[in-house]
């Protein structure tokens, strides 16, 4: 597919890595349970999901019949109209009432705007002075492009089938566990861990050679489901943005939220907090090389108001 690449990462289960460019744009998870076809997430669009429907069916012989939205971003659900009428589509309960809630007004917004936001994007690309910054406009090519294509047919397709904490999937060759974080990327964010594999889908809670997005949950709580994940029976992690990740990895984004709470302390501890002052701050050498760089602000403003809230 043009939108990401499988990785087998043992008998039976392949992680999808999104290509940049293309219109996937987050991660997903293929696995064969024996009997049932899981996807984990489903892309941002339609066309990507597609593509991975199809891979399942080279794969395994069939259509997926399980797939799992791990929260409500529209980058990790709106490729679920893809999947057969007959495929249970599972969330949390508090997921698929977030979906209900944003996802129309959010599909009215993009059908208004992203054609819009393309040119512009395509503009900027042109006008790059050099590759690393044609290299992070990239992915919102990819997103806004793959959003035109899709939108004239495009409809939120909601989770059939939820959940409240944890649910588990049997198949005859192996479990899939479903664990929810609650509050921590968003207000419900759910994993897939695969113990006998030694294997955590981590979606969003995880991102890996690229900054996070903190600014639709709580940081602390970010940080303790990072904390938690290590503890689980898990040598491979796959997140929901970048390359397969190590346990360094989760280690990393610790000390990543860590530096940015850090920061904000230091700056509110001196007043209000400008924009030209978030502008004037750059990120420390160990995420210097880091993609979605301007993800690094958004988080240090959202990580003042954070600090200011909590100290009232």
Known sequence: SSHFTLHE???????????????????????DLGGQVLVFDTFLTPQAAAD?????????????????????????????QAFPEDTQIISTARTRQ??????????????????????????????????????????????????????????????????????????????AELLTFDGAHTQSDTVLHLPQAGILFM???????????????????LRQALEDALCLDATRFVPGHGSLGAPDDLRLLIAYIDDCLHIAQQL??????????LAGLSVGERFAHWQLPQFFQANLRFMCQYVTSSAK
Request: charged share 15%; aromatic share 8%; hydrophobic share 40%.
């Open 268 to 277: 509110t501890s001196q007043g209000a907090v400008s924009d030209e002052q």
């Open 52 to 80: 991975l429907c199809r891979s399942a069916v080279e794969l395994f012989g069939h259509a997926p019949q399980l797939v799992i939205n791990s929260h409500y971003h529209n980058d990790h659900i709106w490729g679920n």
């Open 9 to 31: 990462l043992d008998s039976g289960i392949y992680a999808a890595i999104a290509t940049d460019g293309g219109a996937a744009i987050c991660n997903a998870g293929l696995i």
């Open 98 to 175: 977030l979906i209900v809630d944003e996802g129309g007004e959010e599909l009215r917004y993009y059908a208004a705007n992203a054609a819009a936001k393309l040119a512009d994007l395509r503009l900027q690309y042109d006008q790059a002075q050099d590759e690393a910054q044609r290299q992070g406009l990239s992915m919102w090519l990819g997103y806004y492009s793959g959003l035109v294509e899709a939108l004239p047919t495009l409809s939120v397709r909601l989770p059939n089938l939820t959940f409240t904490d944890r649910l588990t999937l049997h198949g005859s060759q192996r479990s």
């Open 203 to 221: 979606s969003d809670l995880l991102f890996v050679g690229c900054h996070p997005y903190l600014a639709d949950g709580d940081p602390l709580q």
